[in-house]
C-alpha cells in the first residue's frame, strides 16, 4: 500500500517533533554584538550547526529557531523595536518581534540553500489581459522566460487584495484590511541540469492589521536596506523543484500540529495574523499550479486555502 505524501508527511512530523529540540545548542556567541547584529550572529551560527548535523529540514526548524531567538535575545529585540512601537499594545509588540523574526530567520534560510555555479534567468510578469468568469474578474500575467530549464513552473496564482487593496474576511474567520501593492514582480530562477530554485520577489507584504503594519514595515526596510521600497520594503521568498517534487523550505502555508502522540495538519489562510512558517514537499506536475499568497506573508502551497477570494494568474512561458 502507497503512503500518501500528506500522511508521509505528518508521520515524519510526529517523529521529527519528538527529537527536534535536541538540535539547537544554547550559545552561538562568541562576541557581544547588540541588537539585529547579535541576532544575525545567532540566527547564522544556529543554521549552520544544525545544517550540519542533518536537522534543519524539517517542519519546525523556523518556529523552534524563532522561539529561541525571542527567549535569548528577547531584551535586544524590545530595545530595537521600542522607538518605532510606541502606538503599540503589549500584545501587539510581541506579535511585532515574533512576525520580525521568523521572517528574518526564514530569509536567512532560505538563502544557506541557494545553489553555487547555476545559471540565473531573471523575468518580470507582463499583464496582457483580464477575464471575466462566473462574477468575477481574473487578470492574467504572461512571463516570456528565454531558456529551457527542467521542472517549469506556468501557474502563480495570487490573492487579488494583495495587490489592489481591500477589506473582509477570510474562510478562518480573520478580518484583514490590506493596502495592497504586493504585485509578483519580479522572478529570478537559479537551475542547473537537474533542479530549479525559483526566487519570487513582491513589492510589499501587508499585515491584516493597518496600525502594525505600518511599524512591521518600517522596521523591514531598515532591516533590509537593499530592497525595493517603493510600496513598503520588499518580500523575497523562495522554492526549489527537485527530482520530481517541490520543496518549500520555510516557504509552505501548511504545518504540522502535534500533540503527544498524533500530527495534524494546519492549512493557514490570508489573514492568519502570525503564521507559521512551515517546510513541505509537493508532487511536481507540469500544469501545476502554485499559490504564492495563501498567507498575507506569501507562504504558500499547490493548494488553495482561501477558495472563496478572488485571483490574479501568472502564466511564464518557458523555451
Not at 3 to 28: E, P
Request: aromatic fraction near 16%.
Amino acid at each position: 500500500m502507497v503512503m500518501s505524501l500528506r500522511w508521509s508527511r505528518l508521520l515524519a512530523s510526529l517523529l521529527v517533533f519528538v527529537f527536534v529540540s535536541s538540535g539547537f545548542v544554547s550559545s552561538g556567541l562568541g562576541v557581544n554584538p547588540d541588537g539585529w547584529a547579535a541576532i544575525d550572529v545567532f540566527v547564522r551560527y544556529q543554521i549552520d550547526m544544525n545544517k550540519a548535523k542533518g536537522l534543519a529540514g524539517n517542519p519546525y526548524f523556523v518556529d523552534k529557531l524563532t522561539n529561541l531567538v525571542l527567549q535569548k535575545l528577547g531584551k535586544e529585540l524590545d530595545a530595537e523595536i521600542a522607538p518605532y512601537a510606541k502606538n503599540l499594545t503589549p500584545e501587539q509588540k510581541e506579535q511585532l518581534k515574533y512576525l520580525l523574526v521568523s521572517d528574518y530567520v526564514s530569509h536567512l534560510y532560505q538563502k544557506s540553500f541557494y545553489p553555487k555555479n547555476a545559471k540565473v534567468l531573471v523575468v518580470k510578469p507582463i499583464k496582457v489581459t483580464s477575464v471575466k468568469k462566473g462574477g468575477k474578474i481574473y487578470d492574467y500575467y504572461y512571463a516570456p522566460m528565454g531558456s529551457s530549464i527542467p521542472y517549469p513552473i506556468h501557474w502563480w496564482v495570487q490573492v487579488r487584495v494583495d495587490i489592489n487593496r481591500g477589506t473582509g474576511t477570510d474562510s478562518r474567520g480573520y478580518q484583514y484590511n490590506v493596502d495592497g501593492h504586493n504585485d509578483l514582480f519580479k522572478i529570478v530562477v537559479y537551475y542547473d541540469s537537474t533542479s530549479v530554485k525559483y526566487e519570487l520577489h513582491f513589492y510589499d507584504e501587508d499585515h491584516p492589521n493597518p496600525s502594525l503594519d505600518a511599524v512591521y514595515d518600517t522596521l523591514r526596510c531598515i532591516l533590509y536596506s537593499e530592497r525595493d521600497n517603493r510600496y513598503g520594503c520588499e518580500d523575497i521568498e523562495s522554492i526549489e523543484v527537485k527530482d520530481g517534487s517541490i520543496i518549500f523550505p520555510t516557504t509552505f502555508s501548511t504545518y504540522p500540529e502535534c500533540g503527544y502522540l498524533f500530527c495534524h495538519e494546519v492549512s493557514q489562510t490570508y489573514a492568519t495574523p502570525s503564521p507559521t512558517h512551515g517546510y513541505g514537499i509537493e508532487s511536481y506536475y507540469p500544469s501545476v499550479e502554485v499559490y504564492v499568497s495563501n498567507t498575507w506573508n506569501h507562504l504558500m502551497d499547490t493548494v488553495d486555502t482561501n477558495p472563496d477570494m478572488v485571483k490574479v494568474w501568472y502564466y511564464c512561458s518557458w523555451g
